[in-house]
């Protein structure tokens, strides 16, 4: 759902979410500026958990949702975390680019507290990939500003 409203938010938002099986390809259209800019997003499921980093080997922005409703399932967002960022990182040495990485906090749980489990900043204490983190609700739509600005940045000229 928070692609469609990032790409439409007039999407109706009351329809049934269904986690994303396989992979959805879709462009944004941002403006940087007075210059529009095309943005290419390649959304993978969670059953495709075990070939993300395969996915990001030649990328070097990610956007990473985590759902702070599910604290179940807060172990194995951790270890994917780790494995995307340890990919980010090696990308960005060898493409000699800076890589990004946004976190995207989902549903209204305790984004505190996921933050203290996956030890976010820990992790990122000593790497050379830029984090950005977004809290997105899907009532308000708060974050999808933050995520635009985001993706933009991403865009080199």
Not at 5 to 15: G, V
Request: with cysteine; charged share 20%; net charge positive.
């Amino acid at each position: 759902m928070l692609l469609k409203l990032l790409l439409d938010r007039k999407y109706n938002q009351d329809s049934e979410l269904v986690p994303t099986v396989g992979v959805n390809l879709y462009n944004k259209e941002l403006r940087r500026g007075k210059k529009k800019i095309s943005v290419s997003i390649r959304e993978l499921g969670g059953a495709l958990a075990p070939l993300w980093v395969e996915y990001l080997k030649a990328e070097t922005s990610l956007i990473f949702v985590v759902d702070t409703l599910n604290l179940g399932q807060v172990g194995l967002v951790a270890v994917k975390l780790c494995e995307c960022l340890a990919q980010l990182e090696r990308n960005s040495i060898s493409f000699n680019q800076v890589a990004r990485l946004c976190v995207l906090w989902t549903k209204q749980g305790s984004v505190k507290t996921v933050t203290k489990l996956l030890k976010l900043k820990e992790l990122l204490h000593n790497s050379p990939v830029i984090l950005t983190e977004v809290r997105f609700d899907q009532i308000t739509l708060a974050g999808i500003p933050e995520l635009e600005q985001w993706l933009t940045s991403t865009q080199t000229c």
